[in-house]
């Protein structure tokens, strides 16, 4: 069995997630002057560059696809436009990855979430991974790190290319208890999976301790998946992250703290956002049912862009379910699987051929502006998968 790691991460409320968010996100802060001897230290021309360079070149990861679902490769930098904000822009660098030197810049983490799923649902994962697993005997094409996210933090294996030691740290993992600080099943009515909305309030169940519990598990799970994204900064080449469950509470899961918390929600939503941009990230979403999904949404989940709201609010609501943070990042969101190898063949077909380019984007009036982003190919019958949406700064 590979050796893994425990990673402990304590369950914050919402408001103290986005203290600590603030304190170590990637942003550059100016340090605090003495109250009695202020000192001003003038940055140089190089750390002014750096300071640009990471407020607004923005790299993109794009899947180019024909109609047929086959990659399309050759392609050039004149073939790609790009529109921010509707606005044409340049591509300032660019590079195709294609075949094994694609494979060779890639790396996966599969994450079974304990937190909001029961044990069926890592038993799904389990079953159907190692139907993949033993589906040939070379070694996989790239190393494969197993994560099993608890209400207690992450475990993870050591990335392997060794399909047995997968396999086996694998049934390691499923034997784990499913370990959170509230049960979310014990305050809803039916089952979310079926989408069915939270029960009127039973003895013992208080509107207080629903949206204490709710948002317990929201807060485990994006700690959980900023952790992952904070790691690959200092990992070489492209991470495709497989997120497997219906995914975490929305806003509107928070009951009488919803508006309370409404403005956090959407600080978090770009803190994610832009750091699993830079970290070269991609995150793709699997589920044996349906995804959590916003109970105010008007439009199937699958079809609401990061754009269709007209608020940052509501923005920020809609693309915190995890399928809609999937597709605004670039990747896929699966719901309803039958059979999970199969949907992992085509979410890691993604690595073998890809195009990295960047841009650099239009200044903006304030910071955390909603631009959205536009990737065309000048050829027919070609589909674009890339990042659709980013938040600029001044």
Not at 253 to 282: H, K, M, P, S, W
Not at 338 to 346: E, H, I, L, V
Request: charged residues 20%; hydrophobic residues 40%.
């Amino acid at each position: 069995m590979m050796p893994s790691r425990q990673v402990s991460v304590g369950v914050l409320g919402v408001s103290l997630f986005l203290v600590a968010v603030i304190q170590q996100a990637g942003s550059i802060c100016a340090q605090s002057p003495d109250s009695t001897s202020p000192k001003l230290i003038p940055r140089t021309k190089a750390e002014r560059e750096h300071k640009y360079q990471a407020h607004h070149l923005i790299a993109l990861v794009a899947q180019v696809t024909d109609s047929s679902g086959k990659p399309v490769t050759g392609l050039k930098a004149d073939d790609f436009s790009l529109l921010d904000n509707r606005t044409p822009t340049r591509t300032t660098s660019f590079h195709e990855f294609e075949g094994p030197a694609s494979t060779a810049n890639v790396h996966v983490m599969l994450v079974l979430d304990a937190i909001n799923d029961g044990g069926s649902s890592i038993g799904h994962v389990k079953k159907d991974l190692d139907k993949f697993l033993a589906q040939h005997h070379e070694a996989l094409p790239f190393p494969i790190t197993l994560v099993f996210a608890s209400g207690s933090g992450e475990s993870e294996s050591q990335p392997s290319t060794d399909r047995s030691a997968v396999a086996n740290e694998l049934a390691e993992f499923a034997r784990r208890p499913r370990e959170a600080e509230c049960d979310q099943t014990h305050f809803i009515e039916g089952s979310r999976m079926s989408g069915q909305a939270m029960g009127s309030q039973s003895p013992g169940n208080s509107a207080e301790e629903r949206a204490d519990c709710m948002i317990s598990h929201f807060t485990e799970s994006v700690s959980a998946l900023r952790s992952l994204i904070a790691e690959q900064n200092n990992v070489r080449g492209r991470t495709i992250l497989i997120w497997t469950g219906r995914g975490w509470p929305l806003l509107a899961d928070f009951g009488i703290q919803a508006e309370a918390q409404r403005g956090n929600y959407r600080d978090v939503l770009v803190e994610l956002t832009t750091n699993l941009r830079e970290a070269q990230v991609t995150l793709d979403a699997v589920s044996w049912g349906d995804f959590e999904t916003p109970r105010n949404s008007s439009k199937p989940l699958m079809s609401v862009t990061a754009s269709a709201p007209s608020t940052p609010d509501a923005i920020a609501e809609v693309t915190m379910a995890l399928p809609a943070l999937a597709r605004q990042n670039g990747g896929q969101a699966v719901a309803r699987v039958k059979n999970f190898a199969d949907a992992m063949d085509a979410i890691l077909a993604d690595a073998g051929d890809f195009y990295e380019l960047s841009f650099d984007s239009i200044p903006a009036a304030a910071a955390d502006e909603f631009h959205s982003i536009d990737v065309k190919v000048d050829r027919p019958g070609v589909n674009v998968r890339a990042e659709s949406s980013y938040y600029a700064q001044p």
